[in-house]
T-cell receptor
C-alpha cells in the first residue's frame, strides 16, 4: 500500500517568506497526487492536484507543486506567504481502489 | 448543491454508548469514505465504499461499522464507544476517477468520556 511522508510537522514563517513543504510517496507507477489545506476549525479543501501532463501544477491562492517522478516527490511551494495561510497542509495520494492516503500533515504558522 | 453533509457537528458520549454519525452526499458519487483525524497522525481511513451495497475496511476499522444501502448515504456506527475513539471524523465522496479526488464534509467532533 502507498504511504505518504511529510517532512516537517511544524513550520513557522514570517509574512512574505517563501514556503516549501516536502512530500514523498512510497512507490511509483501512475499516481494521482493532492494537496489539501485545513484552516483552523474548518474542513479540508483541495489546494491542487496532479494527475498527468505538466509536472508543475498551479493551485488556488498562489500555491504550486512540482511532481518529480524520479524522487517520488510532490512538494508544495508558495513564493510569499501571508498570515491567512496559517493552516494545516496535507499531502495525499490515490492508491488502488481509489482510496485516498494521507500524510501526517504540516502545521504552518505565519507570523504577522 | 450541498456537497457532503455530516451530522452532528459535535457529540459527547459516555464510554459504552453507541451512536451513528450520518453522512450524505448529493453529487451521485460512487465512492465514499470515513476518516478520523488525530493530531500528528493525519487522516486515517476507517471504512470505505465503492458503491451501494459494497463496503470494505480501511486502516483503522476496529470498533466501527458501516453500511451503504443507497448511493447518497454512508452512516458510521460506533458500537460501544471508547475514549480512544475521541477524534474528529470526516466523511468524503468521490466520483471514482482517481484524478477527481475527494470532497470532504465539515466533520464531526466526537468526545468519549
Amino acid at each position: 500500500a502507498q504511504s505518504v511522508s511529510q517532512h516537517n510537522h511544524h513550520v513557522i514563517l514570517s509574512e512574505a517568506a517563501s514556503l516549501e513543504l516536502g512530500c514523498n510517496y512510497s512507490y511509483g507507477g501512475t499516481v494521482n497526487l493532492f494537496w489539501y489545506v485545513q484552516y483552523p476549525g474548518q474542513h479540508l479543501q483541495l489546494l491542487l492536484k496532479y494527475f498527468s501532463g505538466d509536472p508543475l501544477v498551479k493551485g488556488i491562492k498562489g500555491f504550486e507543486a512540482e511532481f518529480i517522478k524520479s524522487k517520488f516527490s510532490f512538494n508544495l511551494r508558495k513564493p510569499s506567504v501571508q498570515w491567512s495561510d496559517t493552516a494545516e497542509y496535507f499531502c495525499a495520494v490515490i492508491e488502488y481502489g481509489n482510496k485516498l492516503v494521507f500524510g501526517a500533515g504540516t502545521i504552518l504558522r505565519v507570523k504577522s | 448543491n450541498a456537497g457532503v453533509t455530516q451530522t452532528p457537528k459535535f457529540q459527547v458520549l459516555k464510554t459504552g454508548q453507541s451512536m451513528t454519525l450520518q453522512c450524505a452526499q448529493d453529487m451521485n458519487h460512487e465512492y465514499m469514505s470515513w476518516y478520523r483525524q488525530d493530531p500528528g497522525m493525519g487522516l486515517r481511513l476507517i471504512h470505505y465504499s465503492v458503491g451501494a451495497g459494497i463496503t470494505d475496511q480501511g486502516e483503522v476499522p476496529n470498533g466501527y461499522n458501516v453500511s451503504r444501502s443507497t448511493t447518497e448515504d454512508f452512516p458510521l456506527r460506533l458500537l460501544s464507544a471508547a475514549p480512544s475513539q475521541t477524534s474528529v471524523y470526516f466523511c468524503a465522496s468521490s466520483p471514482g476517477q482517481g484524478a477527481a479526488g475527494y470532497t470532504f464534509g465539515s466533520g464531526t467532533r466526537l468526545t468519549v468520556v
